[in-house]
């Protein structure tokens, strides 16, 4: 049987993710005032937020992309990192700062960024949009954090379920339905 899958509550609109994205910018170009800076984004979900981040961000900015999943087609993470596409940069030496969507379980990061630190970067550091603490698995805080939402499934601004809302200016709950 298809489950039918729509948006229900509004959880952020559009005006405050706007202002959060600029809040956010402002802080990053305080940090790195004066530093060159690779922005790398975790697809799919974080493109919107990426373009909209690096739109702010004063400098020598440059991006790039990741591709690591730890969700299939589900609602939950798997809790395996796999990595669809890999940086195709040299990072020693450079400042990077990944930028992510969402930071749920903790398991995609705390397993890639050992990974990216044995390319030796300055420094390495995290933004994501959302976080969702309530689903820590793994002890970790990005360092810059937009919003923390509760433990609901949430598409659109980037996010998707079973690829569908990425395209949503907003962010909103998903209700699936049998």
Do not use: W
Not at 1 to 11: H, N, P
Not at 78 to 89: A, E, R
């Amino acid at each position: 049987m298809t489950k039918t899958m729509r948006v229900g509550e509004i959880l952020l609109t559009e005006e405050q993710i706007k202002s959060k994205v600029a809040e956010l910018a402002e802080q990053i170009n305080r940090d790195y005032a004066g530093k060159d800076l690779i922005v790398v984004g975790i697809l799919k979900g974080c493109f919107v937020f990426v373009s909209d981040l690096v739109r702010h961000l004063d400098g020598d900015v440059q991006v790039h992309f990741m591709q690591v999943s730890s969700y299939g087609s589900g609602t939950e993470s798997t809790g395996q990192l796999q990595i669809k596409k890999d940086l195709s940069v040299d990072i020693a030496g450079k400042h990077v700062l990944i930028a992510e969507d969402i930071v749920d379980s903790g398991n995609t990061l705390v397993k890639l960024l050992p990974m990216l630190e044995e390319r030796k970067p300055a420094s390495i550091q995290v933004c994501a949009l959302l976080s969702k603490p309530s689903r820590r698995q793994v002890e970790y805080d990005p360092d810059y954090i937009g919003f923390e939402i509760p433990d609901k499934f949430i598409v659109g601004y980037g996010l998707d379920c079973d690829e569908r809302f990425r395209q949503l200016p907003y962010i909103g709950v998903v209700e699936i339905e049998d």
